[in-house]
């Protein structure tokens, strides 16, 4: 049977305010910004981009307000269809985002009109969940809807992918529902899923006894490689690709998101394309 590479992501989408500091504050520090820019954010929206770029078919399930009518048109620009977001009377989310000379950063999300995603609004997409050959959620939404996500594709026979980030009380709950479990190192330790994906930043990652470094590269901005892994991932396993296989594509992909600032690169080109897969 041919598979077609058909991701269902469902996340949030964001406004990420993202503030150069030579150096990320202590506690109780101020630190003064060199530059600050708004861009396109949401692990949701990232990950979606992610898949798209690595040639998937992506449907976006999520939320935003009346000020994210011009995000929703970038994404459909590439290649994310969002006939599936809703719209919220509250200000779509923010990020605010600090990122120091070295590329590290520090992260607060205000999640405005993600938390109106609901269980409810979920079923009313029970049919695309159902079609997915793979569906990727994270947990910048709220729990009932990302359990009653899993629980949809699970009785459909979908496999699915939870990125437990940002890490909290239902991940591990949330990680028995899903298929395969994405985590860093620092949720690996939280949340302690015995077979999960683990991100390991500059040294790669790997899943169980496959494990990958990346190419040398000189990295500009960490902000949205994990969320570029993760959707490089679900496309190469919603095409059939072997555990090594997605797992070195997902590694390429997050590595590249390291070479431009910003959680998604503008104007951006396939990492690489898995359209003629099957």
Same mark, same amino acid.
């Given at each position: 049977?041919? #598979? ?10 964001? &406004? ?13 520090? *101020? =630190? ?5 820019? #708004? ?32 995000? &929703? ?39 405005? =009109?993600?938390?109106?995603? *609901? !269980? ?11 079609? =997915? ?9 709220? *729990?009932? !809807? ?17 990125? +437990? ?12 529902? !899903? *298929? $395969? $479990?994405? $985590?860093?190192?620092?949720? /690996?330790? &939280? ?38 892994? +993760?959707? !490089?991932?679900?496309?190469? &396993? ?18 590249? %998101?390291?070479?431009? %600032? ?13 359209? /003629?897969?099957?």
């Amino acid at each position: 049977m041919r #598979v077609s590479g058909n991701v269902v992501v469902i996340g949030s989408i964001n &406004l990420d305010v993202i503030a150069a500091v030579a150096r990320l504050p202590r506690p109780g520090e *101020t =630190a003064l910004a060199q530059r600050v820019d #708004v861009v396109p954010g949401g692990k949701g929206a990232n990950q979606a981009l992610g898949a798209a770029r690595a040639g998937a078919r992506v449907t976006l399930i999520s939320a935003v307000g009346e000020d994210g009518e011009q995000y &929703l048109r970038y994404l459909e620009k590439h290649g994310v269809s969002v006939q599936h977001v809703m719209r919220a009377p509250l200000a779509t989310g923010r990020a605010y985002i600090a990122v120091d000379d070295q590329g590290e950063n520090s992260i607060i999300v205000a999640a405005g =009109a993600n938390a109106a995603l *609901t !269980a409810h609004w979920i079923l009313r997409c029970q049919d695309v969940i159902r079609s =997915a050959d793979i569906v990727l959620v994270q947990q910048e939404i709220p *729990t009932a !809807a990302i359990r009653e996500a899993l629980t949809l594709a699970a009785d459909a026979h979908v496999p699915t992918i939870l990125n +437990a980030s940002p890490v909290d009380a239902a991940s591990r709950e949330l990680g028995d529902l !899903a *298929t $395969v $479990v994405v $985590v860093n190192e620092h949720e /690996n330790r &939280l949340v302690g899923i015995p077979d999960a994906v683990v991100t390991l930043g500059a040294a790669g990652a790997r899943w169980g006894d496959d494990a990958v470094r990346p190419m040398t590269a000189t990295t500009v901005d960490t902000t949205g490689a994990g969320d570029a892994f +993760a959707g !490089a991932l679900a496309a190469a &396993l919603a095409v059939g690709r072997s555990r090594s296989q997605a797992l070195a594509m997902a590694v390429e992909s997050g590595t590249s %998101a390291t070479q431009w %600032a910003g959680a998604q690169p503008d104007g951006f080109e396939p990492v690489a394309d898995l359209r /003629n897969l099957s």
